[in-house]
C-alpha cells in the first residue's frame, strides 16, 4: 500500500510577459507606499464548500483507486479580505455565492 497526493497545478499556464509586468506593477505600488505615496492595500477572495475531493489517500500497488461521487452538501461559502501589512485586516463573507 502506498501513500500519494493529489496534484494540481497551474504551471506552465501563466503568460511570463504578463507576469513580468504584473510583478514590476506590484514593485511599483510597493516603492509608492514606501515613501509615502499610497496606502497599499491587498486584497484575496476564496471560496469553500462542505464537499471535496480527498488530497490524499491509500491504495494497493497496481490498483486504480476509485471513489464514488457523493452529492455536495451545504451552501457555497465565499470569503474577501482587505489587508493593509502592519495597520489593518477586514473581511466579510457570503454563503450561498457562486
Known sequence: MIWKRTRKSHKGKQDPVIQQIKQADLEMLELSTAVG???????????FCAWSEPSYSYYFRGE??????????????TIIGFLQPLISFVYGLVIGGV
Open 37 to 47: 505615496e499610497i496606502n497599499l492595500k491587498y486584497m484575496d477572495e476564496s471560496g
Open 64 to 77: 486504480q483507486k476509485r471513489l464514488e461521487q457523493s452529492k455536495r452538501r451545504g451552501r457555497r461559502l
